[in-house]
């Protein structure tokens, strides 16, 4: 299976360039063109093998939903010319992510579990078992590391280090809560619950905008909706839609990102099985058939999509 590992176009007009764990972003002035590689990463960790159709999942995703949120807050998006590409504004991101979280599970699970009932600055009730429904949305920010990992802080310390003014980052508050019950309604038509996820904003002048991907299976986790009530009564693990089952299999398998550890080996079948899984995700948070992209020359194909949309800038 061919897959897009990355991109290394040099466009005339391009003022520079950045490469994501994920992403290839190519700055044209106030625009930016945004390649959604296969590329995939855990625990802060590039993993050594792109996932076919990963990108093109992400980025159909992410444009659907920053469609359908548009009335809460702006975003960043102008145009998909291509499955994998984005064309959006420039926009100056503040340097922390707005994690909400719905239900106890992942990294607050593993913190919970440690003994710990505080969460970047948010107290969590006694007696909660994994995946339990947190008794509302909590927000638990981390910072946005260039390098490494990204931290838990809570939203006091970001104001008293002055990495957010205080008033600004209440509307990334507000913003970030009316976007996770818009994603929860809309999970729910299709049978999912939207268990928890990530925002990231910028600003252009005094404008405040979304950016980056929203309510994909990388920045989000998804259970289904049916059975949900059922597992948690018998203490069974919840089936879910997310790439949470990429970090489980790493962890059974010794790494989680710690210094010393060795990422393990990742064969062609288990490349399909999350590639498979990517896709499942895409199809039933749509409730569309997922169509593959044409994989041969794709890179020809966005480098020339990337200079039809950036012609005469």
Request: contains cysteine.
């Amino acid at each position: 299976m061919n897959a897009l590992k990355e991109t290394n176009f040099s466009f005339k007009n391009q003022t520079s360039f950045y490469r994501g764990k994920v992403r290839d972003v190519y700055y044209f002035g106030d625009r930016m063109a945004v390649v959604a590689s296969d590329r995939i990463s855990a625990f802060d960790v590039i993993l050594p093998r792109p996932i076919p159709y990963k990108g093109q999942v992400l980025n159909q995703i992410a444009a659907r939903f920053l469609e359908q949120t548009a009335d809460i807050v702006p975003n960043w998006l102008l145009q998909v010319p291509h499955p994998n590409l984005s064309i959006g504004i420039r926009c100056e991101p503040y340097p922390v992510e707005m994690v909400v979280r719905g239900y106890l599970t992942g990294h607050a699970w593993r913190v919970y579990k440690s003994g710990k009932r505080k969460l970047c600055g948010v107290q969590l009730p006694e007696g909660l078992k994994e995946n339990d429904k947190l008794p509302h949305p909590v927000i638990t920010p981390t910072t946005k590391a260039k390098e490494g990992h990204d931290e838990d802080i809570s939203g006091a310390e970001i104001v008293a280090r002055g990495i957010v003014p205080a008033a600004e980052y209440r509307k990334l508050e507000e913003f970030a809560l009316a976007l996770f019950e818009r994603g929860t309604r809309l999970a729910a038509k299709k049978g999912l619950i939207l268990v928890d996820t990530k925002y990231e904003f910028g600003r252009t002048g005094n404008r405040i905008y979304l950016i980056d991907e929203v309510h994909t299976p990388d920045s989000s986790r998804y259970f289904y909706a049916e059975g949900y009530a059922e597992n948690q009564a018998a203490d069974r693990p919840q089936k879910h839609l997310s790439k949470e089952f990429v970090r489980e299999w790493l962890i059974s398998n010794g790494f989680q990102g710690l210094e010393g550890q060795r990422v393990p080996e990742m064969d062609d079948n288990r490349v399909k099985i999350i590639s498979d899984r990517y896709i499942e995700l895409y199809e039933q948070v749509t409730g569309e058939k997922f169509s593959k992209t044409d994989s041969a020359d794709i890179e020809k194909r966005i480098e020339t999509s990337i200079l039809a949309c950036m012609n005469g800038l």
